[in-house]
């Protein structure tokens, strides 16, 4: 489910701005975003108890769609 959601971006993102460097951009953008900050949480995960960490990521993620509208 999450692939089909980033490959959508970009295509909604277009229609939207109606350009295509605008869409690349972002979808980089996400994808280094996502890679990076599976690294991070990875390893606080890895270092400790994954429920203080998982509670914190779903937190950030519930803000961000909140601030996002």
């Known amino acids: 489910m ?3 959601r980033v490959a ?3 295509v909604l993102l ?3 701005t109606g350009s295509y460097a605008i869409a690349g951009l972002a979808a980089a953008a996400q ?3 996502t890679g990076g900050g599976g690294i991070v949480v990875g390893h606080l995960a890895d270092r400790g108890n994954i429920r203080p960490v ?3 990521m779903a937190a950030a993620n519930a803000t ?3 601030g996002s509208r």
């Open 64 to 66: 961000a769609v909140v």
């Open 8 to 10: 959508i971006f970009p």
């Open 54 to 56: 998982g509670v914190l």
């Open 14 to 16: 277009h229609q939207a």
């Open 31 to 33: 994808s280094l975003a």
């Open 2 to 4: 999450r692939a089909s």
